[in-house]
């Protein structure tokens, strides 16, 4: 059974700093895409950033220039560096991978950012 776990959730201040992580486990396949989404009270689900076996990668237009993404697609595993924190970014993070037509999240880890 696949597994994905997130780590790194927490309180930081705004303009604060946090490195989310999330590891794959019980898989025997490498997932052509892995991905960070997240979640506000009240709001749908909506993507972060993804990135594919090979690299590239994409950002929603709110975090471009504040957040990385990155991943290690022999571990099956990805992060995502959030720096410049701000209250509006508080959510669930649920890590994504994605393989064939398949998909598997995490169970997701809170992000709260507030003074």
């Known amino acids: 059974q696949v597994q994905l776990v997130e780590s790194g959730g927490g309180l930081v201040q705004p303009g604060g700093s946090l490195r989310l992580s999330c590891a794959a486990s019980?898989?025997?396949?490498?997932?052509?895409?892995m991905g960070w989404y997240r979640q506000a009270p009240g709001r749908q689900r909506e993507l972060v950033a993804s990135?594919?076996?090979?690299?590239?990668?994409n950002y929603a237009d709110s975090v471009k220039g504040r957040f990385t993404i990155s991943r290690d697609s022999a571990k099956n595993t990805v992060a995502l560096q959030m720096n410049s924190l701000k209250p509006e970014d508080t959510a669930v993070y649920y890590c994504?991978?994605?393989?064939?037509?398949?998909?598997?999240w995490g169970q997701g880890t809170q992000v709260t950012v507030s003074s």
């Open positions: 019980g898989s025997f396949f490498r997932f052509n895409a």
């Open positions: 994504n991978g994605a393989w064939r037509a398949n998909e598997y």
């Open positions: 990135i594919t076996d090979i690299g590239t990668t």
